[in-house]
């Protein structure tokens, strides 16, 4: 046993994670929540912004109904009731990020409640349930000059419109956190409610974590972890947590209820206040919106319209293309990438080879780059029109893989990338015999390990060929003249 | 013979002045000139105003006058008409500081809807009136920039928020002014001051633009000397509008001029027939008993409102206008509203719940006053906010993060908000039986000046009439019915009218029938003939008197 400030460590306790997460997700609206300002991500400071937005005195909120939409499209696709009579209420807090001092969110009538979303894990089915999901405004962002030594506010994020999904704590581990959260940002993705992109901030996910000896009935006392970047980075944090906690426990010592930064770079976290400093928001209903009745029908129609989500899709893609349930999972795991591929399909058919094409280089390509399916930006067009090539013979496999990597990278157009670079396949058999009579002087001893019965010189020849012709040559028909000139010189 | 014409042009009702400007008879820049000299010569004396616009006024009333030459405005009754705009209001590129220290210097780069429209109306604006701190008081002196003084008695308060509006109007320094109400600052300073004012239907008209005191109960209304000119300004601030989300929809845009006509016209019916029967009779026309333009219309008496704590002669004042109503035709009858008596502490606590949100914003970061010397954050906000607020709104927004505050919440803000619901009930219920409710508008006439801010408890107490009508969301309009006798001074005495959801037209009706009847706005002239002989030595003591005081 291990001492540790005069307290013994216990002996061998088994201990259980419980998580629950609380999910920031930027919707992907055109304009703000309250005024007529672009949602768009970047942009000089102060650009995006007007007297609405950056609460000036005496200007009030319009509603923008998509957020509304976007909202109940995401919680009915979480299996949440619906607040058919929803209203807004006022986070009162001060800090210069938020230029009203308040946050119109809201705390007592959600959008949406009781919902569940199914994972899974090591062939483990599982349902996380939704506490809620709720509207509100993003902050504006204070940015600090350490060469001026001030600190300066850009507004422009703020009135970004926002739900928070907060999930119950259904979650033991990192795997079902990020299986959870996978989960969700393919739901978002594919309701065309937010683009879910973690660089840009537009999916944020705080985690509560406690842990508990395995077999209690309650659950101990958790901590709230923010400043996580990536999936990744939220696994780390999880473990990371998870461990801070145990050790405490072990050496008994106690865990208090704080909110804690993550620090990636260093793999550990800081307090960053405790529950003594947690202020109160004195909320309250904002008086500046009516609140919202959701109709029977408009939720109907809303639910009519709901997209295919990824399970639909998955199936779909089996049953109307026939492909492999590995081809379909791997396509529909990115809504970027099953909208590339049925975008591609509609122009040139063959979509066991445009899945390939999707599947195995473009995946490369994205691992290689280190980029997010997301970012892929070449257009179905030239994916399409490189497959033509390839089906007329125009162009062998291995230009077609030279080609693709400049369609990934640039999206250039591959017919005239072809002609430009002179890739087309050599289909004069003049120019061919010629290069093959020169490979078969230039090679004696290959030709006679051939007729010697060493087949396998057939390869090397062939090879020598099609470097001689610059890889142009139609593999199939350089083997077969190579063939007939070796037969017919016998 | 120029200060005759001048006086004249004061004189005239907004909507009169609008008939001459229209006809040719008096130019849009002689109109604004009459008003801007008046201001010149009293305000020093009763400081209604925070800024006067004297250049862009007359660089506006030029471009008026062109555009009515060019057939602009041609519906609009009021086109060429000044208007006093009370200081909570923004108005692009002006200084807007609903008289605060914290929002000294702030020039809004955008326009409140109702000035918009004024504008649209052909108006042209004289500047912004005083008012409470951030429109927190009746009484007008929480004013950074220093007290209104009522143009009646110069020692006593024009009552508040609106207080700047009200004395301009009954002062002659302004035809019309636009107020707000949040608890009775448009009727409670309209009753001081001898002058007509109205809060609309909640959500009648617009509050963008409006700098917010308590978002769920402030509305803006217009401060008129006749009720026909507060039909006619009625008619022009008020309708939907797209960027006040509590702002009603276009079918409750309502008619109130059509009103005011009908009452005429059945005033000018009866005296045919009466000339008529007379002549043939051989009778005394001015015995003549009135019209009965009121038939039918049915008038509630709340009991709670004629209790204790009222004054007397207020007391008179007001049943014997309610007799003229009667005598005019409407039915009177008592009611009861018993929930009425939770109306002022409900009313302070969501109020200043709000407030304490609204006014949140104010932090040094943005606009507006910053303190001199800080260190980090929290002393820009402490030493600010300090600094930039006076004593009542400190006040206000102390008690409303209190009842919001985590363990309060139910026990007082959710509370208050269950006797807004009951109160609202009681109206409803009075509303089945009749058509409009009668009370004082205020239980006393105009207090002194300091008498109020030394017992706020008891300035709160004075909202009594008021605060329930902002609560339930309703109509009120508040009339002059006569005058008390205080030390030796005659003081105005207001009566309110309140009306259903959207019962302007009703509330019109019946204002305009007795001020029609009783020539009201006699009286109201009674000051500018005092004023014209003894107002200029009255003047000068006040302006010495002044000069100690801060400005903002």
């Known amino acids: 046993m291990t001492e540790r400030g005069g307290k013994q460590m216990r002996a061998n306790r088994q201990y259980e994670t419980v998580i629950g997460l609380e999910v920031h997700v930027e919707l992907a609206t055109k304009t703000k929540i309250f005024c007529g300002c672009t949602t768009e991500f970047g942009g000089e400071p102060n650009t995006h912004c007007c007297p609405i937005c950056t609460g000036m005195p005496g200007t009030l909120p319009v509603l923008n109904k998509k957020v509304v939409e976007y909202a109940a499209a995401a919680a009915l696709a979480m299996g949440c009731t619906v607040t058919r009579r929803c209203r807004f209420d006022r986070k009162n807090y001060f800090y210069p990020d938020l230029p009203k001092a308040y946050q119109v969110s809201q705390l007592y009538l959600p959008i949406g409640r009781n919902g569940g979303i199914e994972i899974e894990v090591e062939g483990k089915k599982k349902v996380i349930g939704i506490h809620e999901i709720h509207m509100e405004e993003d902050a504006g962002k204070l940015v600090h000059d350490p060469w001026e030594d001030v600190t300066l506010v850009d507004y422009n994020r703020c009135g970004v419109p926002l739900i928070e999904i907060v999930s119950e704590p259904d979650m033991r581990s990192a795997e079902e956190v990020i299986a959870y959260l996978e989960k969700l940002k393919l739901m978002l993705q594919y309701l065309g409610v937010s683009d879910c992109k973690m660089q840009e901030g537009s999916l944020r996910a705080d985690i509560n974590l406690s842990v508990r000896e395995l077999g209690a009935k309650e659950f101990g006392t958790r901590t709230e972890m ?14 990371g947590e998870r461990k801070r906690q145990i050790e405490l426990l072990e050496y008994g010592g106690r865990v208090v209820q704080e ?30 919106l009516v609140p919202l009745e959701l109709g029977e ?6 639910k009519s319209r709901q997209p295919e989500l990824r399970d639909e899709k998955r199936a779909r893609y089996i049953r109307e293309y026939q492909l492999p349930a590995y081809d379909a999972g791997i396509l529909t795991a990115s809504k970027a990438i099953a909208d590339l591929f049925e975008e591609t399909v509609a122009l040139c058919g063959k979509p066991k080879e445009v899945s390939n094409w999707l599947m195995v280089e473009t995946m490369r390509l994205l691992k290689e780059s280190e980029q997010e399916p997301e970012e892929v930006s070449f257009s179905p067009k030239n994916l399409a029109a490189l497959i033509g090539l390839l089906e007329e013979g125009a162009i062998n496999r291995t230009v077609a893989k030279e080609i693709f990597e400049q369609i990934f990278r640039k999206d250039v157009e591959p017919v005239k990338y072809v002609e430009a670079h002179g890739l087309r396949i050599v289909q004069d058999t003049g120019a061919l015999g010629e290069a093959i009579r020169e490979v078969l002087a230039a090679h004696p001893q290959s030709v006679a390990d051939y007729r010697g019965g060493k087949k396998k010189a057939m390869g090397f020849l062939v090879g020598q060929v099609m470097k001689e012709t610059k890889g142009k040559a139609d593999p199939r028909m350089v083997n077969q003249m190579l063939l007939e000139e070796l037969e017919g010189l016998e | 013979m120029e200060t005759m014409v001048q006086r004249e042009i004061t004189a005239w009702t907004a909507l009169e002045l609008g008939r001459r400007i229209r006809a040719g008879e008096v130019s849009v820049t002689e109109a604004l000139k009459a008003y ?25 009333a030029k471009q008026v006058e062109q555009e009515l030459k060019e057939g602009k405005y041609a519906d609009s ?9 009370k200081d909570n209001i923004c108005t692009k590129g002006e200084e807007t500081t609903c008289a605060s220290r914290i929002l000294a210097g702030f020039r809004p780069p955008y326009q409140a809807e109702v000035v918009d429209r004024l504008l649209s109306a052909g108006m042209v604006i004289i500047g912004k009136t005083n008012m409470d701190e951030f429109a927190m008081g009746s009484t007008t002196e929480t004013s950074a920039a220093g007290a209104t003084r009522n143009p009646w008695d110069t020692s006593r308060v024009p009552g508040g928020s609106s207080g700047g ?39 009648t008209v617009s509050r963008y633009g409006l700098i917010a005191y308590a978002s769920s109960l402030d509305q803006i209304g217009p401060i008129a000397r006749s009720v026909e000119d507060l039909a006619a300004m009625l008619e022009i601030i008020s309708g939907w509008d797209e960027k006040d989300s509590t702002s009603v929809s276009s079918e409750y845009k309502y008619t109130y001029l059509d009103v005011i006509e009908a009452v005429k016209q059945a005033f000018k019916d009866e005296k045919d027939r009466k000339e008529l029967k007379d002549r043939n009779q051989g009778g ?26 009222l004054d007397r002669e207020v007391k008179k004042c007001v049943l014997e206008a309610a007799e003229a109503l009667k005598a005019l035709g409407a039915r009177l009858e008592e009611v009861e509203l018993p929930a009425i008596k939770y109306a002022i502490p409900a009313y302070y606590v969501l109020a200043s719940a709000e407030a304490s949100s609204n006014l949140s914003r104010y932090d040094g970061v943005k606009y507006g006053y910053r303190t001199a010397d800080y260190e980090g954050l929290q002393e820009l906000y402490k030493k600010t906010r300090s600094e930039g607020f006076g004593e009542e709104v400190k006040r206000r927004m102390l008690i409303g993060a209190f009842v919001l505050s985590s363990g309060y919440y139910e026990a007082y803000y959710n509370k208050a908000l269950k006797v807004k619901a009951v109160i609202k009930q009681n109206f409803d219920r009075a509303f089945e039986q009749y058509d409009l409710l009668l009370s004082p508008t205020a239980p006393n006439v105009a207090p002194r000046l300091g008498e109020s801010l030394a017992d706020p408890l008891k300035m709160y107490l004075g909202d009594i009439y008021t605060v329930a009508v902002n609560l339930a969301g309703l109509p009120g309009i508040s009339i002059p019915v006569g005058f008390a006798e205080k030390d030796g001074k005659r003081l105005p005495v207001g009566l309110q009218l309140i009306g259903r959801p959207f019962g302007e037209r009703e509330l019109f009706q019946a204002a305009y029938a007795y001020e029609r009847w009783q020539k009201a706005s006699g009286e109201v002239k009674e000051l500018f003939a005092e004023k014209a002989e003894g107002g200029q030595r009255d003047d000068r003591e006040r302006r010495e008197a002044d000069e100690s005081k801060s400005t903002i």
Not at chain 2, 175 to 190: C, F, K, N
Request: contains cysteine; charged residues 25%; proline residues 7%.
């Open chain 1, 226 to 239: 923010k400043n996580m970047n990536s999936f990744k980075a939220i696994a780390r944090a999880v473990n």
């Open chain 1, 259 to 288: 909110t804690r930064r993550w620090d990636d770079n260093k793999d550990t976290s800081f307090a960053m206040r405790s529950k003594e400093d947690a202020q109160d928001y004195r909320y309250f209903p904002e008086p500046d």
């Open chain 1, 297 to 302: 029908e408009w939720l109907a129609e809303l």
């Open chain 2, 36 to 60: 801007l000299d008046n201001i010149e010569q009293t305000d020093g004396s009763y400081h209604a105003y925070v800024s006067v616009w004297r250049e862009q006024a007359f660089q506006r």
């Open chain 2, 77 to 85: 009754p009021l086109a060429g008409v000044p208007i006093a705009v």
């Open chain 2, 165 to 203: 509006s009200a004395a301009a109007v009954a002062a002659f320094e302004a035809p019309v002014a636009l107020g707000s109400d949040t608890g009775g600052s448009i009727r409670q300073p309209s009753a001081f001051c001898g002058v007509a004012g109205i809060k609309p239907t909640y959500g």
């Open chain 2, 284 to 309: 005394d026309i001015k015995n003549a008993c009135p019209p009965q333009v009121l038939a039918g219309l049915r008038i509630g008496l709340p009991k709670e409102y004629f209790g204790e704590g």
